[in-house]
């Protein structure tokens, strides 16, 4: 799953769809005779998409047992077959070998014995704070350091955070655990991924767990699953797929969260993976309605800009609907099954092109392509456009926004659209870099301010980066909505200063998944 981010890092999943392209050569839309990607048939009605209830692996069918995952006889893999496949998923290669031992190893082995149940944290109060390290998430790295008042969370949320908390020490092990699971009980679904998997690696289950831990925050999640149920489309993810899904989360979790896992902690997993999926199988439903699992774009500019940037410019394959702010998830020939996510980099244009500022980052696999290899005549493929990065244009608030590095990409987009609304409402854009040679959009930036007397542009270099402390020095802001757009630790710190300067957190806008989690604690 993905991980929105207004960067052009190479943040991001994997997922379906390998094997369709070559190089310079558009290839033909399957209505045109040629075959689609698994699992990418987005035509077919919408009704009844209703997953069938997860269950704990080896369960029988109906409400959920007072037992642990893997409770029947011969269902549970020995623990030296699982963890050297887990082994090898940590190593990238989670290899067709590692599975099969799996499955030639699986025997009778004792479960673990299910715990009396655990005191919950008391809804009134905010359970610990997890300690979760970034392979699975970066939502507890990224905790404010303005204390909030405690808001009351639901016991399933009280014992999901409580869950979080106990497998922090040991969450890479979780996370190899679980795609050993996953590939072992759904080989079906390995093809759905990478074949190195040190490229996907934490992506799926850092989202699920992401979501799972703010399950009461729906302000922030709705939206948040909502985006990412349109985007699996494009990896061929089907209703069907989810229930496997949430078995092989829910065994990973209650092996190594053993201390405290009980029937009622398993029952508040199994109700808040059910709703987190249904929101997103129902996002997918409504959007076959509407628009493709994915969109073929080929290549008719590279504007190298500096030895690691470049401007890549696109012609999709049929109109592609989007929102200036917003980002697409972009996979190119050279990677199959890799997708990374970019913002667009101007609004939405008559032409129907589509631009992206990437920047070529160390081991950085899609980036590097595109920057080093892309070439006018490569065929691209698109996902949908997400995001809520965007203006508001019934308001005549003024618009204050933080770029760094390529981050100005979505903010250049912003004032474009502010100009293309034609309503004279002031604009405060600053735009961050670390060095003179970083402003490689300087110039871009300072002709719309020329052609607009709403528009101001101030350039911010800084060798430690800090150009939120820029921002302190002007204002006042109280009547500005706040765009941040850049690395995690400027929007981290944006975020601070935004509201030292006294701007609300509901009128601060950027589309890093994590944040926008934070955000709502």
């Known amino acids: 799953m993905d991980a929105p981010t207004t960067t052009s890092s190479d943040d991001g999943t994997s997922g379906g769809g390998g094997g369709w392209f070559t190089p310079r050569r558009p290839p033909k839309r399957p209505e045109d005779g040629h075959p689609q990607p698994p699992g990418a048939d987005a035509h077919q009605a919408p009704e009844g998409r209703r997953p069938a209830s997860i269950r704990p692996l080896g369960r029988p069918e109906g409400p959920v047992p007072a037992a642990e995952p893997f ?41 673990p014995a299910v715990r009396p149940r655990p005191t919950p944290p008391p809804a009134t109060q905010s359970a610990p704070p997890p300690v979760v390290k970034d392979s699975v998430t970066q939502a507890s790295v990224a905790k404010d350091s303005v204390a909030k008042p405690s808001r009351p969370v639901s016991p399933d949320a009280a014992l999901v955070q409580r869950t979080m908390a106990e497998i922090g020490p040991v969450a890479d092990q979780v996370t190899s655990y679980f795609y050993a699971l996953l590939f072992t009980r759904h080989p079906d679904l390995r093809p759905m991924f990478p074949a190195a998997m040190d490229a996907q690696r934490d992506r799926l289950l850092k989202a699920l767990l992401t979501a799972a831990e703010h399950i009461d925050h729906t302000d922030v999640l709705v939206s948040y699953l909502k985006n990412l149920g349109r985007g699996h489309r494009k990896y061929g993810t089907r209703p069907e797929h989810y229930p496997a899904v949430g078995e092989c989360l829910i065994g990973s979790l209650s092996r190594y969260a053993s201390a405290i896992w009980d029937e009622e902690t398993e029952a508040a997993w199994v109700r808040t993976y059910t709703t987190i999926s249904q929101v997103m199988i129902d996002a997918a439903a409504e959007d076959e309605l509407r628009a493709p699992a994915w969109w073929f774009a080929e290549v008719v500019s590279h504007d190298l800009r500096t030895p690691d940037i470049a401007v890549v410019t696109v012609r999709p394959d049929q109109p592609y609907p989007f929102l200036a702010g917003q980002y697409t998830s972009l996979e190119t020939p050279w990677w199959p099954r890799i997708w990374r996510h970019y913002s667009f980099a101007s609004a939405p244009r008559s032409d129907g092109l589509l631009s992206f500022h990437v920047k070529a980052v160390p081991a950085g696999w899609v980036s590097n ?147 926008l989690v934070v955000a709502g604690d």
């Open 71 to 111: 409770a029947e006889p011969g269902e549970r893999p020995s623990d030296e077959a699982v963890n050297e496949a887990a082994a090898d998923s940590a190593d990238g290669s989670a290899s067709s070998s590692a599975e099969e031992r799996i499955l030639a190893a699986a025997s009778v082995g004792p479960s």
């Open 369 to 515: 392509a595109l920057v080093h290899h892309a070439r006018p005549g490569d065929v691209l493929r698109l996902g949908p456009p997400g995001g809520s990065m965007t203006v508001d244009h019934t308001t005549d608030s003024g618009l204050l926004c933080l770029g760094g590095g390529t981050g100005i990409a979505p903010i250049k987009a912003l004032v474009e659209d502010v100009a293309e609304h034609g309503r004279r409402r002031p604009v405060e854009v600053f735009y961050g870099a670390r060095t003179d040679h970083d402003l490689y959009d300087i110039d871009t930036m300072l002709r719309l301010q020329q052609s607009h007397p709403w528009l101001s542009v101030r350039p911010v270099v800084d060798q430690r980066a800090q150009l939120p402390d820029a921002v302190r020095e002007y204002g006042p802001w109280n009547e500005y909505d706040a765009y941040l757009s850049g690395p995690p630790g400027m929007i981290r710190s944006g975020m601070d200063a935004l509201r030292d300067v006294g701007i609300p957190e509901a009128r601060i806008r950027h589309d890093s998944v994590e944040e």
